[in-house]
């Protein structure tokens, strides 16, 4: 089985940057589809940041493009997610997920079965 272990997460100041960490054991990062998703109190989870298995490509929801950068280090087993100009509406709990293969929608929960326990981010004005 795969699991996923979070780190990283913290309070900031807005215009301030945070780096997530997610390890991945029991399976190789390059054979995995993963994602970072959000979710705000009275919101629902969102989507964040999609990266596809090797040869990789990343998509990401338009608030943050341009701000945030998702990555991979496969010697590391690690997904990682570069948050950059942070504001304070990225506040939430950030979640790490992760699927075999490329799932066909990746901005639904529904197509992870593997998730992390949640990191929380905190920015301040």
């Known amino acids: 089985q795969v699991q996923l272990l979070e780190s990283g997460g913290g309070s900031v100041q807005a215009g301030g940057s945070l780096r997530l960490s997610c390890a991945a054991s029991g399976y190789g990062v390059y054979s995995l589809s993963m994602a970072w998703f959000r979710q705000a109190p009275g919101k629902e989870r969102e989507v964040v940041a999609h990266?596809?298995?090797?040869?990789?490509?990343?998509t990401y929801t338009d608030s943050v493009k341009g701000r945030f950068t998702i990555s991979k280090d496969n010697s590391k087993n690690t997904l990682y997610l570069q948050m950059n100009s942070l504001k304070p509406e990225d506040t939430a709990m950030y979640y790490c997920?992760?699927?075999?293969?490329?799932?066909?929608?990746?901005?639904?929960?529904?197509?992870?079965?593997?998730w992390g326990q949640g990191t929380q981010v905190t920015v301040s004005s």
């Open positions: 997920a992760a699927a075999v293969g490329n799932p066909p929608s990746y901005a639904r929960v529904t197509q992870y079965p593997y």
């Open positions: 990266i596809t298995t090797f040869p990789t490509t990343t």
